[in-house]
């Protein structure tokens, strides 16, 4: 079955970094569009970046521009969000996303806190 597996979060202080990492199985990695987004207490989950299947793109939400990156390994299944320059307002549950044409699969989560 389809799995997609978060790992990386934790707790960081305000200007600190983390690397998030999602290994995928049960699809055939290569040929979906990878994802992160994340979800605050209290807001609707939004997008953070995304990739193309073979990596030729990516996409970043403004407020992480510059900050953040997100990549792949397709040999490895994995995607990968580095995030640097944390801030307080990046607090959220991070979700894996994959995707290609009606075909969504999402990950359970992981949680990112910046606070000092």
Known sequence: QVQLVESG????????????SCVA?????????MGWYRQAPGKERELVATITPAAGSTNYADSVKGRFT????????????QMNSLKPEDTAVYYCNARRSTSSYWGQGTQVTVSS
């Open 9 to 20: 979060g934790g707790l960081v202080q305000p200007g600190g970094s983390l690397r998030l």
């Open 70 to 81: 997100i990549s792949r390994d397709n040999a490895k299944n994995t995607v990968h969000l």
């Open 25 to 33: 199985s049960g699809f055939t990695f290569s040929w979906y569009g």
